[in-house]
């Protein structure tokens, strides 16, 4: 046997029973977050939120007015889509309500509420469109699993904002304004702290910080910081959730003391069987001469000396063997069974048949010098009576 087979065979055997035992053991099917995760349809994971709050405006002259006079409102509107647990778009409208102080003698040219001492307060409304990129940090530092509590989101956008101030007459004269308006571009960057209700419903508080553009001195635009804070509810739509791919886990052995004793063992017979190959390999070679055979051999059935065509072919073939070894000589001996018949009968059998074979090599060109007919009353192979068939022969040999 070859010595790969032998491996195999042993590999096969070990395979075997470790298949066997951990077949006897339950595998389960669990979602693998370290194979990363399987993007949703694009109709899942829309959300729209609702939000208010206040914020506070911040400008050179805004310290002089009163404190807690400088809260004004604002709202908003969202409608927004996760592409990942860690990163989402929206888009919303918002408004925000900005009050402030300026000095008239600086020529101001913005809006008016009311005196602050020597100072004009006033306020203007801001209504925007924007649309903000998110990252939620705690998927990503953290990583995604469903029905967490809290997410801490990081956005940041930009928008356009149209600003409206009130009608405004300076002591009834003719020296105000009517349908004050102007358009200006916003940036904001903030934090949106996600509570989940349940897998639909959350709260949430956002805190933003808004670039806004104010016009306050003739022929100039500056650039204020407006400091926002939003309480809002979201509502999420379809499916909301991530999942991960699913991996067989197979339940760790019982004993691995155990499992190792078998490794061990099986490298163990490995290695004898090596031995075992490698002594095989090595050993001598005995040759063993083999009987050389009769030329011919022409088998009857019971009680038949006769030959049928195909005798003749094989005779035929014989016979010109013979005529190209003219000096080799050849013996013609006739056979017969001794389990049936009579010993006359058989005795028969053997003359007729070894003299029919020799009648049909004579007449296919064989020099008679080159045969020796005769009978041997014995069995040709003496192997018992349930192989009577192959002691009813004519046995051709060459002689030595």
């Not at 003719?174 to 989940?196: E, M, P, Q, Y």
Request: net charge positive; aromatic share 12%.
């Amino acid at each position: 046997m070859k010595k790969s087979a032998i491996l195999g065979l042993v590999a096969a055997l070990f395979m075997g029973q470790s298949a066997l035992a951990q077949s006897n053991q339950e595998v389960s099917y669990v979602e693998d977050p370290a194979q990363g995760y399987i993007l949703n349809s694009f109709s899942n994971n829309w959300f729209i939120s609702v939000e208010g709050g206040m914020n506070y405006y911040f400008r050179h002259d805004n310290s002089e007015r009163n404190f807690f006079n400088r809260f004004a409102p604002n709202a908003g509107f969202w409608v927004g889509k996760w592409f990942s647990p860690i990163v989402g778009l929206r888009g919303g409208l918002n408004f925000t309500q900005v009050k402030g102080i300026y000095n008239p003698e600086r020529g101001g040219v913005g809006y008016y509420a009311g005196w602050e001492g020597d100072k004009v307060r006033g306020k203007r409304n801001e209504f925007g469109l924007n649309f903000d990129a998110m990252v939620n940090l705690t998927n990503w530092w953290c990583g995604y699993r469903p029905g967490r509590v809290y997410n801490g989101i990081l956005y940041g956008g930009a928008g356009m904002n149209v600003q409206y101030i009130p009608d405004f007459k300076s002591n009834g004269e003719r020296d105000g304004w009517t349908n004050g308006h102007n358009k200006n571009l916003t940036a904001h960057v903030g934090l949106i702290n996600n509570f989940a209700l349940n897998k639909h419903v959350s709260l949430y508080l956002d805190l933003r910080g808004v670039v806004l553009t104010d016009d306050i001195y003739r022929g100039a635009t500056k650039q204020y910081m407006d400091l926002q804070a939003y309480l809002g509810l979201t509502y999420n739509f379809n499916k909301s959730t991530w999942s991960a791919p699913v991996v067989p886990v197979c339940p760790p052995a019982a004993n691995c003391d155990e499992v190792e004793a078998r490794l061990q063992a099986a490298n163990a017979r490995i290695s004898d069987l090596e031995r075992q190959l490698r002594d095989c390999l090595n050993r001598p070679v005995e040759k063993v001469e083999a009987k050389e055979g009769p030329l011919c051999t022409i088998y009857y059935t019971i009680g038949n000396s006769r030959l049928s065509r195909v005798d003749n072919k094989v005779l035929g073939a014989v016979a010109e063997v013979m005529k190209a070894n003219p000096n080799q000589k050849y013996t013609v001996t006739g056979w017969a069974d001794n389990y049936t018949g009579s010993d006359q009968v058989n005795d028969r059998l053997r003359h007729a048949r070894a003299n029919g074979v020799e009648k049909v090599l004579l007449r296919n060109g064989v020099n008679p010098s080159q045969l020796d007919v005769t009978v041997n009353n014995g069995n040709l192979n003496d192997m018992g009576e349930k192989f009577v068939s192959l002691d009813r022969a004519v046995t051709i040999e060459a002689q030595k």
